[in-house]
């Protein structure tokens, strides 16, 4: 196995998780961050540059020179970090800007999915407020309210109050809440059914489909509060096994991997299908370019596989023979947060008790937003950590989980307290 020095580009929880498993990955040379953050420095040498846009990106690639560069977050992306590093002769895992407006315009997604054949919702995009409103009034409640572009995780309103619908599409197009990204809004129908994460390997012409995740959107327990970047994760998902998935990345996946090719631009990367399991089927919820967080902190604890040799095939167009192995074991993630988020919090405030929790047998702890000052830990954005555990059941592993989480405190610290419950109950009722 040839010796692959990978440079890294992102700063969260995704991020510190890949980081980890690039790290041990046995073709992995020489691992470098950029700009990383507290966590990401225990796996990997940072290079504290933005990265934000493309000539950032090109920048640290330059100085770095990597044998494969990993993009980790949309904003990159889906400014063209990746066709820009490709055109100087890099090796690039993420796709290029024109394939990443698959997450970059909800619109253009929803064309891509039409002209692909996947069975979707009735949806519909649009600048006028009244034009929205009356459309969400014909598909009546729940209402799905989302901007077009990069909000972050938090651009998305579910509701079944006809004022909240309202309100979200007035902030978007009205109030400028999420700028750029909120000038135009899709408005579409509920979806029933459970939620759950399919993400794929791709070269652009193959496809390697991942185990099943599931993630819990919404702040507080009980599926409460607003929508989030993401409070939590496990995998695998009791409720789809891998055949289903396999299935589901065959009939949904697949497709839009062809027609993102038709396109001009072939998707090599990570290919993220939000899915709902709904009475008709499976349904596409959202398609994104990248790496699902939290997602990600719950797979590659469970990933037997070298994710660098895996990351460099796709980037060569050479992913076609390679399989993915995974641990038996079951992988619970639990985000702890800042109070507040995701509104207004406090940033600065120390943590404790890190050291306690990742000595436990099967925890692992991804740093999301943290740093250093004063040569202390402290909090340094709305998701702070995860906390990921492993066990031989959902049930065992929620039990690491939370003791983990009992020995780490910050002021304010928040996290949900349900993450995969009903998963493991449904699972200890079929074994």
């Known amino acids: 196995m040839s010796a692959t020095k990978v440079l890294l580009l992102g700063s969260g929880g995704r991020e510190s998780a890949l980081a980890w498993a690039l790290a041990r990955s046995a073709s992995t040379s020489e691992l470098v961050a950029a700009p990383g953050n507290a966590g990401i420095a225990e796996f990997a040498a940072i290079e504290p540059a933005p990265v934000l846009d493309a000539a950032g990106a090109v920048a640290v690639a330059t100085r770095v020179q990597p044998d494969l560069v990993v993009i980790g977050p949309e904003a990159p992306l889906v400014a063209g970090a990746g066709g820009a590093l490709r055109e100087r002769g890099f090796a690039v895992f993420g796709p290029d800007a024109s394939a990443a407006r698959v997450e970059g315009s909800?619109?253009?997604?929803?064309?891509?999915?039409?002209?692909?054949?996947?069975?979707?919702?009735?949806?519909?995009?649009?600048?006028?407020?009244?034009?929205?409103?009356?459309?969400?009034?014909?598909?009546?409640?729940?209402?799905?309210?989302?901007?077009?572009?990069?909000?972050?995780?938090?651009?998305?309103?579910?509701?079944?109050?006809?004022?909240?619908?309202?309100?979200?599409?007035?902030?978007?197009?009205?109030?400028?809440?999420?700028?750029?990204?909120?000038?135009?809004?899709?408005?579409?129908?509920?979806?029933?059914?459970?939620?759950?994460?399919?993400?794929?390997?791709?070269?652009?012409?193959?496809?390697?489909?991942?185990?099943?995740?599931?993630?819990?959107?919404?702040?507080?327990?009980?599926?409460?509060?607003?929508?989030?970047?993401?409070?939590?994760?496990?995998?695998?998902?009791?409720?789809?096994?891998?055949?289903?998935?396999?299935?589901?990345?065959?009939?949904?996946?697949?497709?839009?991997?062809?027609?993102?090719?038709?396109?001009?631009?072939?998707?090599?990367?990570?290919?993220?299908?939000?899915?709902?399991?709904?009475?008709?089927?499976?349904?596409?919820?959202?398609?994104?370019?990248?790496?699902?967080?939290?997602?990600?902190?719950?797979?590659?604890?469970?990933?037997?596989?070298?994710?660098?040799?895996?990351?460099?095939?796709?980037?060569?167009?050479?992913?076609?023979?390679?399989?993915?192995?995974?641990?038996?074991?079951?992988?619970?993630?639990?985000?702890?947060?800042?109070?507040?988020?995701?509104g207004p919090h406090s940033s600065g405030l120390p943590i404790e008790g890190l050291d306690d929790a990742a000595s436990l047998p099967g925890v692992y702890l991804f740093h999301a937003g943290t740093a250093v000052e004063n040569g202390r830990l402290v909090t340094a954005g709305g998701r702070v950590m995860a906390v990921s555990a492993l066990g031989p059941s959902l049930k065992a592993a929620r039990s690491v989980a939370y003791h983990a989480v009992s020995k780490i405190s910050f002021p304010h610290m928040h996290f949900r307290t349900d993450i995969a419950a009903r998963a493991a109950s449904i699972e200890g009722s079929t074994t």
């Open 106 to 342: 909800k619109t253009h997604a929803k064309e891509l999915m039409e002209r692909a054949g996947i069975p979707a919702t009735r949806w519909g995009s649009f600048t006028s407020p009244d034009d929205a409103i009356a459309f969400a009034d014909e598909l009546g409640p729940p209402y799905v309210i989302k901007a077009d572009g990069l909000a972050a995780g938090k651009g998305v309103v579910v509701t079944p109050e006809r004022d909240e619908a309202i309100a979200a599409i007035r902030a978007a197009l009205l109030e400028g809440r999420f700028g750029e990204a909120g000038q135009r809004v899709v408005v579409e129908e509920f979806l029933d059914g459970e939620e759950l994460s399919l993400i794929a390997f791709s070269d652009g012409a193959n496809l390697l489909a991942c185990e099943p995740a599931q993630d819990f959107k919404r702040a507080l327990d009980g599926d409460q509060g607003p929508n989030t970047g993401g409070m939590g994760s496990y995998s695998p998902v009791p409720s789809c096994p891998p055949s289903e998935a396999e299935r589901i990345a065959d009939d949904l996946l697949r497709p839009m991997l062809q027609t993102i090719a038709e396109e001009g631009a072939p998707f090599v990367g990570a290919l993220y299908a939000g899915l709902a399991l709904t009475s008709k089927g499976p349904r596409v919820v959202e398609f994104n370019a990248r790496f699902g967080d939290p997602e990600t902190q719950a797979l590659v604890p469970r990933l037997r596989s070298d994710l660098a040799a895996i990351c460099l095939a796709c980037a060569k167009g050479d992913l076609s023979g390679t399989q993915l192995e995974w641990t038996p074991d079951r992988c619970v993630t639990v985000v702890l947060a800042a109070g507040g988020y995701p």
